[in-house]
Protein backbone atom coordinates (compact mmCIF):
# COMPACT_ATOMS: atom_id res chain seq x y z
CA UNK A 1 0.00 0.00 0.00
CA UNK A 2 1.67 3.09 -0.91
CA UNK A 3 1.77 5.85 1.67
CA UNK A 4 3.32 8.70 0.17
CA UNK A 5 2.23 11.39 -3.01
CA UNK A 6 3.90 14.16 -4.68
CA UNK A 7 0.79 15.83 -6.71
CA UNK A 8 1.90 17.60 -10.08
CA UNK A 9 0.25 21.17 -9.11
CA UNK A 10 -0.84 24.03 -11.30
CA UNK A 11 -2.87 25.79 -9.70
CA UNK A 12 -6.10 25.10 -11.68
CA UNK A 13 -8.99 22.94 -11.55
CA UNK A 14 -7.63 19.56 -12.59
CA UNK A 15 -4.71 19.47 -10.56
CA UNK A 16 -6.52 20.72 -7.51
CA UNK A 17 -8.52 18.07 -7.92
CA UNK A 18 -5.73 15.78 -8.12
CA UNK A 19 -4.61 17.28 -4.72
CA UNK A 20 -7.45 16.61 -3.10
CA UNK A 21 -7.88 12.87 -4.57
CA UNK A 22 -4.26 12.44 -3.06
CA UNK A 23 -5.26 14.26 0.00
CA UNK A 24 -7.83 11.57 0.43
CA UNK A 25 -5.63 8.85 0.40
CA UNK A 26 -2.25 9.11 1.29
CA UNK A 27 -1.00 10.00 4.51
CA UNK A 28 2.30 12.31 3.00
CA UNK A 29 1.20 14.25 0.18
CA UNK A 30 3.53 17.14 -1.48
CA UNK A 31 2.90 19.36 -4.67
CA UNK A 32 5.39 20.50 -7.42
CA UNK A 33 4.94 23.30 -9.80
CA UNK A 34 6.89 24.58 -12.59
CA UNK A 35 7.84 27.94 -13.68
CA UNK A 36 8.00 28.71 -17.49
CA UNK A 37 7.45 32.38 -17.77
CA UNK A 38 3.74 31.53 -18.26
CA UNK A 39 2.19 34.72 -19.71
CA UNK A 40 -0.08 35.19 -16.45
CA UNK A 41 1.42 35.06 -12.84
CA UNK A 42 -2.34 34.14 -11.76
CA UNK A 43 -2.00 30.71 -12.26
CA UNK A 44 1.31 30.56 -9.96
CA UNK A 45 -0.66 32.68 -7.59
CA UNK A 46 -3.96 30.71 -7.56
CA UNK A 47 -1.49 27.80 -6.84
CA UNK A 48 -0.46 29.26 -2.93
CA UNK A 49 -3.79 30.61 -2.52
CA UNK A 50 -5.22 26.94 -2.97
CA UNK A 51 -2.90 25.39 -0.91
CA UNK A 52 -3.82 28.58 1.86
CA UNK A 53 -7.03 27.17 1.37
CA UNK A 54 -7.30 23.88 1.81
CA UNK A 55 -4.76 24.29 4.80
CA UNK A 56 -7.53 26.65 6.16
CA UNK A 57 -10.69 24.76 5.54
CA UNK A 58 -9.68 21.03 5.67
CA UNK A 59 -7.57 19.81 8.77
CA UNK A 60 -7.97 15.79 8.48
CA UNK A 61 -6.12 17.44 4.90
CA UNK A 62 -3.69 19.86 6.69
CA UNK A 63 -1.89 17.71 8.62
CA UNK A 64 -1.01 15.19 5.87
CA UNK A 65 -0.40 18.26 3.16
CA UNK A 66 3.85 18.70 3.22
CA UNK A 67 6.13 20.93 1.43
CA UNK A 68 5.46 22.94 -1.65
CA UNK A 69 8.16 22.72 -4.31
CA UNK A 70 8.71 25.36 -7.48
CA UNK A 71 10.72 24.49 -10.21
CA UNK A 72 12.00 26.97 -12.35
CA UNK A 73 11.31 25.79 -16.10
CA UNK A 74 11.89 28.79 -18.20
CA UNK A 75 14.26 26.83 -20.20
CA UNK A 76 10.82 25.98 -22.01
CA UNK A 77 10.77 29.18 -23.60
CA UNK A 78 14.08 28.28 -25.01
CA UNK A 79 12.66 25.40 -27.07
CA UNK A 80 9.36 26.22 -27.59
CA UNK A 81 7.11 28.80 -29.15
CA UNK A 82 3.59 28.75 -28.15
CA UNK A 83 0.88 30.68 -26.68
CA UNK A 84 1.38 30.00 -23.39
CA UNK A 85 4.99 31.17 -23.02
CA UNK A 86 5.12 34.05 -25.04
CA UNK A 87 2.06 36.59 -26.01
CA UNK A 88 0.53 35.30 -29.45
CA UNK A 89 -3.26 34.54 -29.78
CA UNK A 90 -4.70 31.11 -29.07
CA UNK A 91 -5.15 28.86 -32.64
CA UNK A 92 -5.65 25.70 -33.70
CA UNK A 93 -2.21 24.88 -36.11
CA UNK A 94 -2.20 22.80 -39.28
CA UNK A 95 -0.96 19.56 -37.03
CA UNK A 96 -4.28 19.09 -35.07
CA UNK A 97 -2.70 20.77 -32.01
CA UNK A 98 -3.37 23.97 -30.44
CA UNK A 99 -0.54 26.51 -30.08
CA UNK A 100 -0.67 25.88 -26.81
CA UNK A 101 0.97 22.50 -27.02
CA UNK A 102 4.48 22.50 -25.48
CA UNK A 103 6.31 19.19 -27.08
CA UNK A 104 7.09 17.19 -24.64
CA UNK A 105 6.11 19.18 -21.14
CA UNK A 106 4.75 16.68 -20.01
CA UNK A 107 7.14 14.47 -19.99
CA UNK A 108 9.65 16.97 -18.87
CA UNK A 109 7.16 17.76 -15.76
CA UNK A 110 7.21 14.09 -15.27
CA UNK A 111 10.91 13.24 -14.80
CA UNK A 112 11.35 16.51 -12.80
CA UNK A 113 8.73 15.36 -10.59
CA UNK A 114 9.75 11.55 -10.52
CA UNK A 115 13.61 13.00 -9.75
CA UNK A 116 11.96 15.38 -6.85
CA UNK A 117 9.98 12.40 -5.77
CA UNK A 118 13.49 10.39 -5.67
CA UNK A 119 15.11 12.83 -2.84
CA UNK A 120 12.23 13.08 -1.10
CA UNK A 121 11.41 9.72 -0.71
CA UNK A 122 7.87 10.08 -2.43
CA UNK A 123 6.16 6.93 -4.01
CA UNK A 124 3.20 8.18 -6.54
CA UNK A 125 3.17 11.04 -8.86
CA UNK A 126 -0.61 12.42 -9.45
CA UNK A 127 -1.09 14.32 -12.57
CA UNK A 128 -4.20 15.96 -13.80
CA UNK A 129 -3.69 14.50 -17.64
CA UNK A 130 -6.56 13.62 -19.75
CA UNK A 131 -7.68 11.68 -22.68
CA UNK A 132 -11.19 12.57 -22.40
CA UNK A 133 -11.59 16.10 -23.14
CA UNK A 134 -10.35 18.11 -26.40
CA UNK A 135 -6.56 18.96 -26.23
CA UNK A 136 -5.28 15.72 -27.97
CA UNK A 137 -1.89 16.60 -26.44
CA UNK A 138 -0.34 13.35 -26.70
CA UNK A 139 2.14 13.45 -24.06
CA UNK A 140 -1.34 13.35 -21.90
CA UNK A 141 -2.25 10.05 -23.21
CA UNK A 142 -2.66 6.79 -20.64
CA UNK A 143 -0.25 4.63 -23.21
CA UNK A 144 2.51 7.92 -22.86
CA UNK A 145 1.87 8.15 -18.71
CA UNK A 146 2.25 4.49 -18.42
CA UNK A 147 5.62 4.16 -20.83
CA UNK A 148 6.66 7.11 -18.14
CA UNK A 149 6.27 5.25 -15.23
CA UNK A 150 8.24 2.26 -17.12
CA UNK A 151 10.90 4.45 -18.11
CA UNK A 152 11.36 6.56 -14.71
CA UNK A 153 10.77 3.41 -12.75
CA UNK A 154 13.97 1.13 -15.04
CA UNK A 155 15.79 4.65 -15.06
CA UNK A 156 15.76 5.73 -11.43
CA UNK A 157 15.62 2.20 -10.23
CA UNK A 158 12.78 2.79 -8.23
CA UNK A 159 9.62 2.03 -8.11
CA UNK A 160 7.02 4.59 -9.16
CA UNK A 161 3.47 5.01 -9.65
CA UNK A 162 1.95 7.45 -11.83
CA UNK A 163 -2.07 8.06 -11.23
CA UNK A 164 -3.99 9.55 -12.96
CA UNK A 165 -7.62 10.11 -11.36
CA UNK A 166 -8.90 12.27 -14.59
CA UNK A 167 -7.32 10.21 -17.59
CA UNK A 168 -11.17 9.03 -18.69
CA UNK A 169 -13.41 11.46 -16.91
CA UNK A 170 -15.03 14.65 -18.33
CA UNK A 171 -15.32 18.58 -16.36
CA UNK A 172 -18.55 17.61 -15.21
CA UNK A 173 -17.41 14.78 -13.59
CA UNK A 174 -14.11 16.38 -12.71
CA UNK A 175 -16.82 19.29 -11.11
CA UNK A 176 -18.76 16.06 -9.22
CA UNK A 177 -15.39 14.38 -8.33
CA UNK A 178 -14.19 17.47 -6.16
CA UNK A 179 -18.14 17.13 -4.51
CA UNK A 180 -17.50 14.00 -3.50
CA UNK A 181 -13.81 14.26 -2.10
CA UNK A 182 -14.94 17.14 -0.69
CA UNK A 183 -17.93 15.50 1.44
CA UNK A 184 -15.68 12.04 2.33
CA UNK A 185 -12.95 14.82 3.65
CA UNK A 186 -14.81 14.08 7.22
CA UNK A 187 -15.11 17.92 7.28
CA UNK A 188 -18.47 19.53 7.78
CA UNK A 189 -20.15 20.17 4.88
CA UNK A 190 -16.90 19.65 2.54
CA UNK A 191 -18.64 19.16 -0.50
CA UNK A 192 -19.68 22.34 -0.67
CA UNK A 193 -16.83 24.17 0.94
CA UNK A 194 -14.38 21.87 -2.32
CA UNK A 195 -16.65 23.28 -4.52
CA UNK A 196 -16.58 26.79 -3.69
CA UNK A 197 -12.69 26.99 -3.08
CA UNK A 198 -12.67 25.25 -6.86
CA UNK A 199 -14.79 28.21 -7.76
CA UNK A 200 -13.21 30.71 -6.28
CA UNK A 201 -9.39 30.02 -6.20
CA UNK A 202 -8.21 27.72 -9.24
CA UNK A 203 -7.55 28.97 -11.98
CA UNK A 204 -7.95 27.52 -15.81
CA UNK A 205 -8.58 30.70 -18.27
CA UNK A 206 -5.97 30.79 -20.99
CA UNK A 207 -6.24 34.70 -20.64
CA UNK A 208 -5.45 35.02 -17.34
CA UNK A 209 -9.45 36.96 -16.44
CA UNK A 210 -9.56 37.23 -13.16
CA UNK A 211 -12.10 39.92 -13.75
CA UNK A 212 -14.92 38.67 -15.41
CA UNK A 213 -16.75 36.28 -12.15
CA UNK A 214 -19.08 33.77 -13.07
CA UNK A 215 -21.20 30.83 -11.26
CA UNK A 216 -17.88 28.54 -12.12
CA UNK A 217 -15.22 30.66 -11.29
CA UNK A 218 -13.15 33.55 -12.89
CA UNK A 219 -12.40 34.16 -16.37
CA UNK A 220 -12.99 35.54 -19.62
CA UNK A 221 -15.24 33.27 -20.83
CA UNK A 222 -14.76 32.81 -24.00
CA UNK A 223 -11.06 30.84 -24.44
CA UNK A 224 -11.07 27.12 -25.05
CA UNK A 225 -10.06 26.66 -21.05
CA UNK A 226 -12.94 28.75 -20.46
CA UNK A 227 -15.28 27.18 -22.49
CA UNK A 228 -14.57 23.80 -21.56
CA UNK A 229 -14.30 24.65 -17.46
CA UNK A 230 -17.93 26.39 -18.15
CA UNK A 231 -19.52 23.75 -20.31
CA UNK A 232 -18.57 20.96 -17.83
CA UNK A 233 -20.05 23.20 -15.00
CA UNK A 234 -23.25 23.49 -16.96
CA UNK A 235 -23.88 19.85 -17.45
CA UNK A 236 -22.77 18.84 -13.74
CA UNK A 237 -25.32 20.86 -12.25
CA UNK A 238 -28.04 19.74 -15.04
CA UNK A 239 -27.53 16.25 -13.02
CA UNK A 240 -24.65 14.89 -15.48
CA UNK A 241 -25.57 13.76 -18.94
CA UNK A 242 -21.76 12.47 -19.03
CA UNK A 243 -20.37 9.05 -18.43
CA UNK A 244 -19.31 8.60 -14.76
CA UNK A 245 -16.01 6.61 -14.52
ZN1 LIG B 1 -10.69 32.34 -20.64
Redesign the pocket.
Known amino acids: MHQSALVLFSGGQDSTTCLAWALARYARVETVGFDYGQRHRVELDARLAVLRELRGQFQPWAARLGEDHMLDLSVLGQVSDTSLTRDVAFRMEASGLPNTFVPGRNLLFLTLAAALAYRRNLEVLVTGVCETDFSGYPDCRDDTMKAMQLALSLGMDRRFLVETPLMWIDKAATWRLARQLGEASGVARGGAALEALVIEHTH??????RVHRHDWGY?????????LRAGGWTRYREGGLDATP
Open positions: TCYQGDGCGTCPACA
